[in-house]
């Protein structure tokens, strides 16, 4: 078993269509009234929207597009920020492409590479750390974003660099939890959503019981789902069921890379870098409480906010307005799709991203332009709409 | 955030970093074993992981793995058992 | 024998001695210019036929690395510019090529460059007939930069176009895709990959004549470099004002690029290739391309991808795996690796 | 109108839409290839006639600072290739211009650099047809790199090389020399230096068919590019098997280019031209020559000086201002400032 | 007047060379026993090439091209220590353009530079001071090369980096003095000179009387020359003149420029940042007494021996051979001419430069080369011979 | 080491540390004027120096350099007289 081709077999899938058409049906969902089921992570966006998953599911199931994607919800501010570090003299700054093409208020990396910054994209903050092993007359700053399933790789890495009594690496740390944005969703009064689709790769570090406010406080079924296509129908199929069944519970339908409690080792290296921020800034939803991450104090040395007297670590990141007229919050709530939003594919496009969720290729609008929910709708959808 | 692939631990290439060679489809790349270092480091060759940002995060369990598909292929089944019931209904019915 | 340094100094760009014995030595016996003057003067007689034209096309390229498993700057350069003389129906004939050299360059290096390119030359049946070189000093290039122009012969009465594209065509690529794309993306280093991947870096101008030839009516050809084939199939709907759908189960894609993309997050459909083409034929004569093509090495993993239809003009879309359907956009501006 | 960007970022380079966005908005529209085509397709009319030949030639511009008191890299790459074909005795027709890019570089530049091309290429009455454009990162490249490529038609009958000079003919230049190089020398800027000097870039193509028009039996020419009018010379010489003596007195110099070799301890005949040519005519229509010259305005200073001799074949002597004579040779690497 | 056509008028070159062929009538010099005048500079040795003027002048006049320039008299482990400090990482080594192409024994600067190394040619020392001030980063090193001429010029320019408290400013010092090799070459039992073309700007700088020993101890006539083709042969005259009148004095032809005491405020500029070595190698003549300047104490911050600890500052120069069978020593001293060197034009070559004398465009063997003693001679010049 | 160059002083462009302009042939490049300065550093404009590696090494004595060419002009007429007294002779001979 290699555990990809498995899990992206159309017969299967066929299989697990019809069965959810079954019980959409059986649960009496419609075009016009349908089950809102948000799934919380871009990645799940992405393969839902790479797969056509949205256009083969029975029209009564409606996608809601979560805010799981760290790149779409990082502030402007933070990017400049990001720049504002890169351009200084002495800096390699390193980051995973796809922050790279982030607009801030005055420039995204890659525009600030074009102006002569230092910026370097690396597939693992481990490569940040070889390159600061390879220059110690530079300061070398890790660009640390995303959510639980990448904390620990950044937290890994700051441990190491103790170990090796490195002095020229930081990380510039925009660690996000998912959690609180959830709960933030669930407590919005125009909610419409009647279940989840749970992030399996955050799951594969903290478990699924971080989930269960969702189910216990907010009475909705979740289902920690794999990235495969089949593992996303066969959660949306558990997801129905448990609404068929009239249950909320945490499900966990991708048990072999999801262990209940998460990975001790993970988890314990994010609790030893790593303390909550009172709160942070997600673009489009605003202030979260404990929502980010910055790094303890035994660990300043490494924490580039602290090195560089830069952000949170200085003052609190600067009040950005957002572009006008963008529709992100309404879309990432499901009260309207990207197409409803007057800025899309017009002023809004991922050449030139207004909105957070244009930005990066997980982004919901993205996607949508990406994939063909601006051009002529499938006919099935259409008819869906 | 959660791009995470599947690959096989083939090689440790560095014991006291924790450092290991996963292969993903004949594509190696040199990952971290920290998270899922649990007994002999060696005990992970052959392993399947799942890889994200040069860390393998978690052991691929092949028993939940083979379970999941075994639920497919059950449903399946089912169906399929359905279909024909159906086609067989229609037969009599056409036949009637 | 008086070129004794190992390494390309300014001095070899200045105009004087030292450039001379650094063509001399590298350039001009490997490629032997018709004469001293600094430009070829080439029969016109294979032009004499009425409706004949000329083709005429450039790129420059800057591969990092220079060299990389399956070829090197200099393949590329010559195939690169026969590929894009071939799909437009010219039949290759002369290449010019002007080297940037960055100074500290090892000469060794430039020797082996202008080695393939002799080889892939020959191969494709046309002569390297004049150069330039200029050496920049450090840092001001990235060890060599190679362009190379090409002159071919669109015989009387061919004109292959995207124009002639109609819906129900058959698009053909001429094998596996993405191998170039992925395989640099290993060999750079930084993203620390490794794999058996080579490039598929290849010359296809016999391969186009066979298609031509078996396919007399064959509408079109692009070959699928910067991009991937995402990108000529996008330029090529447009320009043809067709719809194309393609389908993701006949994308043939070798595991290691199925591998580097699931890695890096990256769309194989959007890799460089530098030995591959997708070209449009009418239904009827796809067969017969098929076959032509899988007669030529270049060609032995033809398959049909998809097919022109009468959708919106410029569309591209993929059937997926699961029957779903999607756009296959072009590109905004190049692919990142991702981790989300 | 979907270009926002003010420098070129990697994007641009991607193949994808930025791509698309760069070309399209700088390039196209400016010098109007043909067609979608990734190549030009050009009517082979003009080579109908038995023994007119293609003129082919090739050459990259490097040059630092990329703008300069009288004119631009773009001005050199369509301003040298033209000239290329022209000495040749080619009608310069079509150019191809490949771009290599530096990420960070100012799109306002490029556009200058386009409209500058254009120009100069209306002016030579060639066309533009084909093109390319590659971005690399910062420090891969100076800024912009333009290779052209010419393609001329040499009218059937005409044979101009340096194999035809005989002993006594005349050898001419266009006017004052080396105005180009020390005029970069200044503007480089790291020397400090200033003057009123511009670049004597120009295309000589017109200048080429007005003294060809007077002068039927010209026998070479060769434009004084890198390695100045030295260089040409030895060339020259070499490929002719004769001797060359030209006279210091008779050297057109201006006070400025004098007065920078004078401080740099460099030697005018070695430094760089980008419109000036030498020619060697038959002596008994060397005035004929010169007042055909003088009549195009880049001929306006064109004066004899020198001619081809029976010494030592390749050997270039100048008699001095005092009557001396000493070997002008071809430099060994390039002229570095001296202070001794 | 500038200056400068004044001195290459054609006329009045012809008058001078009438007049010299009449006192070298006068005093017999012919071919076979031709009055042997050295001019000591390298300047003078490349304008009697650049306007001819050894073809000119009266056969029994033969010039003997001395050891006056510092490029072809600089030791090959000179170069070698130059490359060392320019390939150190911090370093921007900067040098006039003359000494890129010196040979080392590994390789010269141009060759370093395209390995890497940041060299950057100057117009001026002022220039290197400047991107000292520019590059504050960075270790500006500044290749001191040159005789008494160009000695002021670094002794100002450290003393003006003294005076901002530039620290990241320092000079390679291998300035040396035209006096002590003439002593040398007089010295020599072999010595066929009989008079001497002084240079000009050499004594611009020391005045004329430096030279008083040429005359009193060793009774030869010497003319301090401008570098015009007019003042050479005035000076030749000059020369010429004392001979046939039994005189051995001290003249200056170039009064124009030259003080009788020369530059009071270069001289002190030199006495207060630099001192004699005991000694300092020459390239094809050796270890030459008190020939050579280092860095005072007082300025050891600016000394770049003292700072890298390499070359005279730590130890003494490296003993390098010089490549075997050059006829370098034999040249300089007036024993052969270029042509008569085994090497000279074959295995000896300005590209490919064996000896001291090939390697600058002023080296006597480079001139030969350059301006044509190699090929067909001159018809006069052969008869001359 | 000795090229040197007469060039002549325009402008004043830095007093603290002694810098002016020079002009060679139109060619304008700033020097160091600290070796010549003898007096208010004015008065150095419109002077002719003796420039080399970007310092003005000497004020050239316009007096010293008629002088020089003054000499040869005298060389040149003797020289001259000579002639035509020779040429006359011959003319005599040629006559006789
Ligand atoms: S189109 Fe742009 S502005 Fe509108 S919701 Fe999407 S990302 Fe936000
Ligand atoms: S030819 Fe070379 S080795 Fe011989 S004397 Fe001249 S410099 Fe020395
Ligand atoms: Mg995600
Ligand atoms: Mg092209
Ligand atoms: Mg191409
Ligand atoms: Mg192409
Ligand atoms: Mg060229
Ligand atoms: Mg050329
Ligand atoms: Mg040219
Ligand atoms: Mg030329
Ligand atoms: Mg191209
Ligand atoms: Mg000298």
Known sequence: MRYVEEFRDPKAAKVLLAEIAKVADEIGATPEKPVHIMEICGGHTHAIFRYGLDRLTHPGIEFIHGPGCPV?????????????????????????????????????????????????????????????????????????L?????????????????????????VFCNHIAVPPPIRVLL?????????????????????????????????????????????????VLMVLTQ????????????????????????????????????????????????SGLCIRPKYAAYDAEAKFGIGYGAKRARDVAEPEGTGCALVMTGRIKPTGCALFGTTCTPENPLGALMVSSEGVCAAYYQYGGRRTPDPATEAAE | MCLGI???????????????????????????????????????????TLIHVGFAMSVIDEAEAAATLEALH?????????????EGAKALEAGA | MSLRDKRVSLAHGGGGKAMRDLIDEIFTGVFEPDSMEDQARLSADALRDPGARLAFTTDSFVVTPVEFPGGDIGKLAVCGTVNDLAVGGGVPRWLSAAFIIEEGTD????????????VEADKAGVRIVTGDTKVVDRGSADKVFVTTTGIGIIPPGRDIAAVHIRPGDVAIVNGVLGDHGACILGARGDLALSSALESDCAGLGHLMEAALAAAPNLRAARDCTRGGLASALNEIAEAAGVSVEIDEEALPLRDEVKGTCEILGLDPLYLANEGRLVLFVPEDEAEAALAAMRGVDTGAGAVIIGRAGDGPAGQVTMRTLFGGSRIVDMLVGEQLPRIC
């Open chain 2, 6 to 48: 599947p690959g096989q631990i083939i090689e440790i290439t560095d014991p006291d970093r924790l450092m290991a060679m996963a292969d993903v489809s004949g594509v190696r790349r040199e990952v971290s074993v920290a998270c899922i270092l649990d007994g002999p480091i060696d005990g992970l060759i052959g392993k399947w």
């Open chain 1, 187 to 235: 407590s919005d009064p125009h909610m419409v959503l009647d279940g989840f689709i749970g992030p399996g790769h955050v799951s594969m570090v903290i478990g699924i019981h971080p989930y269960d406010f969702i189910a216990e406080e907010f009475g909705k079924p979740i289902v920690v789902a794999g990235f495969e296509p089949v593992d996303l129908l066969q959660s």
């Open chain 1, 243 to 290: 609404i068929r069944d009239g249950r909320a519970e945490v499900e966990n339908q991708y048990a072999r890379v999801v262990p209940e409690h998460g990975n001790p080792v993970s988890l314990a290296a994010i609790a030893d870098v790593y303390e909550p921020r009172p709160s942070f800034a997600w673009r489009g939803l605003g202030e979260i409480d404990a």
């Open chain 2, 74 to 86: 059950g449903l399946g089944e089912a169906q399929e058992t359905l279909e024909q019931m159906r």
């Open chain 1, 146 to 170: 995303g959510f639980e399933t990448t904390t620990p790789s950044t937290a890994l890495s700051i441990q190491q660099a103790a170990r090796e009594g490195l002095t020229n690496f930081s």
């Open chain 3, 107 to 118: 000469v060794d290096l430039l020797r082996r460059i202008v080695a393939t390119m002799k």
């Open chain 1, 72 to 144: 779409c919800v990082l502030p402007m501010a933070r990017v400049d920020e990001c720049v504002e570090i890169a351009e200084q003299d002495n800096v390699i700054f390193t980051t995973f492409g796809d922050a790279m093409r982030v607009p801030g208020t005055k420039k995204s990396l890659l525009q600030a590479k074009a102006d002569g910054a230092d910026i370097r994209m690396v597939y693992s903050p481990l490569d940040a750390l070889e390159l600061a092993r390879r220059h110690p007359e530079k300061e070398v700053v890790f660009f640390g």
